[in-house]
């Protein structure tokens, strides 16, 4: 069974850079998309982007400026930065396995980060 | 880039059924496929329906998705309805450079 799980830290300051790291265990990292989506709270889901295994990647147009997905074979682990954070930024993130058609078929459970002071 | 447009509230009474819409703002909704999530409070998103009418396994077939190219919108529809229904609904899809999520649809069973 993939599971897959996010860590980082909780708090980040504005304008700094966020960063988290999700690690993948019960499955390979090959073949898939390794996602990022976040969710503010009591609001819905949004695409932040994915790293293919190959290391191509894409980003949400709206936060393409600041974003950067990066992976670790050897580890299972792939990474999200983002930079210049805002309290808008402040949000529960999830890492998400991506297969055929962009399906997200696995989700972490999700962290929650916040963006203040 | 495009939007998916669903209703942000929908409520029924148990053994009834809901339809959800979702409506893509430009191009074909029938050019990708829509999937839907649903989420409980405090939980990530599961999937309900794929390839907008694939139930994955475990999924009751109460739930069931289908697209409209007139109305360029998918449905997902919930027949029988549960309590255990009751949580937000999300439909998603994509185009060759982006993924979109709709805004959700929180569903009230009473």
């Known amino acids: 069974q993939v599971q897959l799980q996010e860590s980082g830290p909780g708090l980040v300051k504005p304008s700094e850079t966020l960063s988290l790291t999700c690690t993948v265990s019960?499955?390979?990292?090959?073949?898939?998309?390794w996602s990022w989506i976040r969710q503010p709270p009591g609001k819905g889901l949004e695409w932040i982007g994915y790293?293919?295994?190959?290391?191509?990647?894409n980003y949400n147009p709206s936060l393409k400026s600041r974003v950067t997905i990066s992976l670790d074979k050897s580890k299972k682990q792939f990474s999200l930065k983002l930079s210049s954070v805002t309290a808008a930024d402040t949000a529960v993130y999830y890492c998400?396995?991506?297969?055929?058609?962009?399906?997200?078929?696995?989700w972490g459970q999700g962290t929650l980060v916040t963006v203040s002071s | 880039n495009f939007m998916l447009t669903q209703p942000h509230s929908v409520s029924e009474s148990p053994g009834k059924t809901v339809t959800i819409s979702c409506t893509r703002s430009?191009?074909?909704?029938?050019?990708?496929?829509v999937q839907w999530y649903q989420q409980r409070p405090g939980s990530a998103p599961t999937t309900v329906i794929y390839?907008?009418?694939?139930?994955p396994s475990g999924v009751p077939d109460r739930f069931s998705g289908s697209i409209d190219s007139s109305s360029n919108s998918a449905s997902l529809t919930i027949s029988g309805l549960k309590t255990e229904d009751e949580a937000d609904y999300y439909c998603?899809?994509?185009?060759?450079?982006?993924?979109?999520f709709g805004g959700g649809t929180k569903l009230t069973v009473l």
């Open positions: 790293i293919y295994h190959s290391g191509s990647t």
């Open positions: 998603q899809s994509y185009d060759s450079s982006n993924v979109v």
């Open positions: 019960g499955g390979s990292i090959s073949i898939y998309y």
């Open positions: 390839e907008d009418n694939q139930r």
């Open positions: 430009s191009g074909s909704i029938a050019s990708n496929y």
């Open positions: 998400a396995r991506a297969g055929s058609y962009n399906l997200f078929d696995y």
